[in-house]
């Protein structure tokens, strides 16, 4: 099992990026999946995930209305879209499978220890 994240790189406040995150050895339609990332010194945070279906999805206040989770089953993707990018959002950002159910609370979707499948992380810096 291998998830392997991409897309990051250096962007000035207010651009754009789009993370992906490449699945591997199991079957995408059973698992939820969401986006984390850790800035230097910092705790890894929840970012967004989105459920098995996709019909629903979860953000944290940081990213609401900038970011935007999405993903393709058929293909074994998942994506970030970040937009509005501000210098604090500059960290590792990983990506994170997990087979529970995430919709019954903030405390256990946006908990890294509900996740046990994790990419290898990608970095976004945001600076002018």
């Known amino acids: 099992v291998q998830l392997q994240a991409s897309g990051g790189g250096f962007v000035q406040p207010g651009g754009s990026l789009r993370l992906s995150c490449a699945v591997s050895?199991?079957?995408?339609?059973?698992?939820?999946i969401g986006w984390f990332r850790q800035a230097p010194g910092k705790e890894r945070e929840f970012v967004q995930a989105?459920?098995?279906?996709?019909?629903?999805?979860y953000y944290a206040d940081s990213v609401k209305g900038r970011f935007t989770i999405s993903r393709d089953n058929a293909k074994n993707m998942m994506y970030l879209q970040m937009n509005s990018l501000k210098p604090e959002d500059t960290a590792v950002y990983y990506c994170?499978?997990?087979?529970?159910?995430?919709?019954?609370?903030?405390?256990?979707?946006?908990?890294?220890?509900?996740?046990?499948?994790w990419g290898q992380g990608t970095l976004v810096t945001v600076s002018s």
């Open positions: 994170a499978a997990t087979e529970r159910a995430i919709g019954l609370s903030m405390r256990i979707r946006g908990s890294p220890n509900t996740y046990n499948v």
């Open positions: 989105i459920t098995r279906s996709g019909g629903d999805t």
């Open positions: 050895g199991l079957n995408l339609d059973d698992w939820a």
